[in-house]
Each structure stands twice: as C-alpha cells, then as structure tokens.
C-alpha cells in the first residue's frame, strides 16, 4: 500500500476533517466557512461548543485556562470521530493553540488536518477591532497570541490576502476539489 502524504488528499473515500485553527481575529470562521461551501462540507465552529462557565469568563476577558479548555477539546474530539466514522468531511473552526490541545482533538495530519491562519499581532489586532463576537473579549488577544505553538506540521496559511485567496491556496495545496 503507498504511503500517504501528510499534506495532499486526493479525494479519496476516507473522510477528512481539516481543522482551521489559529488566535482570535485570524478568520477560522469566515475562511473555514467559505472552505466548506467550496468544497460542499459541513462546517461547524467549536466557539459554538464551549460550555457556559467558558463563555461567561471569555465574556470577561479572562483567558482559559488548560483545565478550562479541556472537557471542550474533549468533547470536540467525539464530534471529530463521529464526522469520521460516519463517512463524513468536516470544516470546524477551532483556535486550537497549543500541541497538546490538537492531540487532543486527535489532529495527525492524515484524515484530521490542521490549516493555521498565521497573521502578525498588529493585524489580528485590527480585525478584531473591527468586528463583534457574542462573548470573545477583545482583550483576550495577547494571550492567545503568546499562548500559540505554531504547529510544525499541516498548512500554514497567511492571513495577510482575501479569504477568497485563501481558500483557493487551501484547496489547490491540500489537492482537494472544490464541488
């Protein structure tokens, strides 16, 4: 049996789930959004599945801890593993910051793929000034900016183009077909 790259997918019938990870203001939801509409996926935001005592301290500016994050990665991990086993592909926005939080998830670079949007501090900064999240507190930036571990694997991706550029570079580098 051939060896399967880590990065390239040639739409082959084993599911994949591409994780859109990266800090606040990167563009997970509006790039992973657009990636699943390109590529005819469901797409799902992890924001969406904190537990209420997470969004009440983000709603304060009070950054997650480990312990904080922990029952929510797990919990994404058994979305991530039914969307797998019941044959199905997956967008999800997840800021997954750390290694530790991606091994969770259950991220391997095979059928669970990372794509990081990677922006510099001041961008980010401007965008999210520029927006408005129901509980994310503008805030909470630098620490999830100085919490990042860069992952060393997957696609990393400049948020610096159009969202449009973006998707069409995720696709054309990951050898996915858009629907």
């Given amino acids: 049996m051939p060896e399967r790259s880590s990065i390239v997918w040639n739409g082959?019938?084993?599911?994949?789930?591409?994780?859109?990870?990266?800090?606040?203001?990167?563009?997970?939801?509006?790039i992973g959004r657009l990636l699943a509409e390109k590529l005819g996926w469901s797409f799902h935001d992890g924001d969406d599945f904190h537990p209420?005592?997470?969004?009440e301290k983000m709603r304060a500016g009070i950054p997650l801890t480990d312990e904080d994050r922990k029952v929510w990665?797990?919990?994404?991990?058994?979305?991530?593993?039914?969307?797998i086993r019941e044959g199905r592909n997956a967008v999800l926005a997840c800021s997954a910051l750390k290694q530790a939080y991606r091994h969770i998830l259950g991220v391997e670079q095979d059928r669970v793929k990372t794509v990081y949007l990677k922006g510099s501090f001041e961008l980010l900064r401007q965008r999210i000034e520029q927006r408005r999240?129901?509980?994310?507190?503008?805030?909470?930036?630098?620490?999830?900016?100085?919490?990042?571990?860069?992952?060393?694997?997957?696609?990393?991706?400049?948020?610096?183009?159009?969202?449009?550029?973006i998707v069409a570079r995720i696709i054309s580098d990951l050898g996915l077909r858009e629907t």
């Fill in 12 to 30: 082959g019938p084993d599911p994949m789930v591409l994780i859109v990870i990266g800090p606040m203001g990167c563009g997970k939801t509006t």
């Fill in 52 to 55: 209420k005592a997470n969004v």
């Fill in 73 to 83: 990665l797990e919990n994404l991990h058994i979305l991530i593993e039914g969307w």
């Fill in 133 to 165: 999240h129901p509980y994310m507190n503008k805030d909470l930036l630098r620490s999830q900016v100085d919490g990042m571990e860069e992952p060393s694997d997957g696609l990393t991706v400049s948020i610096a183009e159009t969202p449009d550029t």
